[in-house]
Structure formats: structure tokens, C-alpha cells
């Protein structure tokens, strides 16, 4: 199982940018998902999170300005950011707990996307 993110980009202070992260493989299921993001010289925190119950949650930071989606048809999670601010500059990486079959067993993992810059211009 694979995590594709893509959607990062340069933006200016205000604007919009919609990240994707497109699962793929054999055969499995995702269960919790979220966005994190690390700027220079800190540590990766998270963004935001849908738990496997389906409750969402966001970092302080980011309430009102962000919203994670996930389309179980399509094995996508996205991330909609909204009145960006230039202290969301960072890499972001999307990441899920995924369950996969094979040869009648199930396995649980955790698995990260491969980063996708986002840089906002004041």
C-alpha cells in the first residue's frame, strides 16, 4: 500500500490550495487518516485528523481555515485550506492507518505520503 500526496504549491497570503492523497495497492481498508505538516526547523505536528469512527479534529491553528474530507470510493483524503496564512508555509504529509488482506490474514499499519510543499507569500 502506497500514499500519493499531491495539490502543494505557491500561494499568497489569503488564498486557497486543496492537497489530495490518493491510496493505493491490494487489497484494503483506511481507517484513520490526517494531515500533518512540519515548517523549518520544527517538529511535525498535526493538522487535522478523521478518526476511524469518523469524528474529525483540528489543530488550534487551523480551525475555520482547513477542512479534511476523505472519499471512500476513490481512497482519497483530502485537505481544503482556506485564508492561508504565510505561517502555514511547510511540508505537508498526509498519513493513514490501513488495513490490508492477504492470503486470509489482515494486517494494520501506518503509512505516510511522500510530503508536498506548501509555501504562502505575505
Known amino acids: 500500500v502506497q500514499l500519493q500526496a499531491s495539490g502543494g504549491g505557491l500561494v499568497q497570503a489569503g488564498g486557497s490550495l486543496r492537497l489530495s492523497c490518493a491510496a493505493s495497492?491490494?487489497?484494503?481498508?483506511?481507517?484513520?487518516i490526517g494531515w500533518y505538516r512540519q515548517a523549518p526547523g520544527k517538529q511535525r505536528e498535526l493538522v487535522a485528523g478523521?478518526?476511524?469512527?469518523?469524528?474529525?479534529n483540528y489543530a488550534d491553528s487551523v480551525k475555520g481555515r482547513f477542512t479534511i474530507s476523505r472519499d471512500n470510493a476513490k481512497n482519497t483524503m483530502y485537505l481544503q485550506m482556506a485564508s492561508l496564512k504565510p505561517e502555514d508555509t511547510a511540508v505537508y504529509y498526509c498519513?493513514?492507518?490501513?488495513?490490508?488482506?492477504?492470503?486470509?490474514?489482515?494486517?494494520?499499519?501506518?503509512?505516510w505520503g511522500q510530503g508536498t510543499q506548501v509555501t504562502v507569500s505575505s
Open positions: 495497492g491490494s487489497t484494503f481498508s483506511i481507517n484513520a
Open positions: 478523521i478518526s476511524s469512527g469518523g469524528s474529525t
Open positions: 498519513n493513514a492507518e490501513i488495513t490490508y488482506y492477504s492470503e486470509g490474514y489482515s494486517y494494520t499499519n501506518d503509512y
